[in-house]
C-alpha cells in the first residue's frame, strides 16, 4: 500500500520562505499529478498548487507568484516552496496523488500526506 510522507512544516515570521517535501512510498510518484492542499482552522480546505507528470503546474490566486511547486522524479518527491509568506498562509498542508485531475480537485486523491503545519507569525 503506497503512502505519502510530508516533511518541512514550522514557525516562521511574515516575509520567511519555507519549503515543504513530499515523498511517496510503494508506488511511483511520476506517474500521478501531484499536489498541495491547505487547511486553516474554521476555513474550507482551500487546493493550493498542482503539477502533472508532464511538469506543467497550476496556482491558486492566493499563492501564485510566490509559492513555487515542483517535482523531483529521481527522488520520487514533490515539493512547494513558499516565499513571503504571511499569517494568511498559516494552514495545516497536505499532499495529495492522483491519476485525474478532476479528481484531485474534487479532494478524491488516491493519496493524501498526512498534513504538516505551517505557522507564520511575528
Known amino acids: 500500500q503506497g503512502q505519502l510522507v510530508e516533511s518541512g512544516g514550522g514557525l516562521v515570521q511574515p516575509g520567511d520562505s519555507l519549503r515543504l517535501s513530499c515523498t511517496g512510498s510503494?508506488?511511483?510518484?511520476?506517474?500521478?499529478?501531484i499536489g498541495w492542499f491547505r487547511q486553516a482552522p474554521g476555513k474550507e480546505r482551500e487546493a493550493v498548487a498542482f503539477?502533472?507528470?508532464?511538469?506543467?503546474?497550476y496556482y491558486s490566486d492566493s499563492v501564485r507568484g510566490r509559492f513555487t511547486i515542483s517535482r523531483d522524479n529521481a527522488k520520487n518527491t514533490g515539493y512547494l516552496q513558499m516565499t513571503s509568506l504571511n499569517p494568511k498562509d498559516t494552514a495545516v498542508y497536505y499532499c495529495?496523488?492522483?491519476?485525474?485531475?478532476?479528481?484531485?480537485?474534487?479532494?478524491?486523491?488516491?493519496?493524501w500526506g498526512q498534513g504538516t503545519q505551517v505557522t507564520v507569525s511575528s
Open positions: 510503494g508506488f511511483t510518484l511520476n506517474d500521478y499529478i
Open positions: 503539477m502533472n507528470s508532464g511538469g506543467v503546474p
Open positions: 495529495v496523488a492522483d491519476r485525474a485531475l478532476p479528481r484531485i480537485l474534487n479532494a478524491q486523491c488516491d493519496y
